[in-house]
């Protein structure tokens, strides 16, 4: 089975910082665009941070961008997350997923999924 397996989630206080790691098995995604998704309670899934295959081109959303740090090592299959200055409001289940065609900022149109790991940022 192809599976991407989220991990390093957990509690945190306003201001600390977390590092989110996702190893990919069962197929190789070296060649795949990579990125993270969250999704807090009672909303939807969104658009978190994304990074091409060569690891040329990065993209942020507005609200993480200058605090959070997307990377990816392709001889190990995983995607990274670094995040700082975490606010209350990243609280959320963080997805990493995986397309091998596109770069897309809709969660509908990404191929592959973890399952996900909560991140919670107290106050």
């Known amino acids: 089975q192809e599976q991407l397996v989220e991990s390093g989630g957990g509690l945190v206080q306003a201001g600390g910082s977390l590092r989110l790691s996702c190893a990919a098995s069962?197929?190789?995604?070296?060649?795949?665009?990579l990125g993270w998704f969250r999704q807090a309670p009672g909303k939807e899934r969104k658009f978190v941070a994304s990074?091409?295959?060569?690891?040329?081109?990065?993209y942020y959303d507005d609200s993480v961008k200058g605090r959070f740090t997307i990377s990816r090592d392709n001889a190990k299959n995983t995607v990274n997350l670094q995040m700082n200055s975490l606010k209350p409001e990243d609280t959320a289940i963080y997805y990493c997923?995986?397309?091998?065609?596109?770069?897309?900022?809709?969660?509908?149109?990404?191929?592959?999924w973890g399952q996900g790991t909560q991140v919670t940022v107290s106050s």
């Open positions: 997923t995986a397309d091998p065609e596109g770069d897309w900022r809709r969660a509908d149109d990404w191929h592959y």
């Open positions: 069962g197929r190789t995604f070296e060649r795949d665009v």
């Open positions: 990074i091409s295959w060569s690891g040329a081109s990065t």
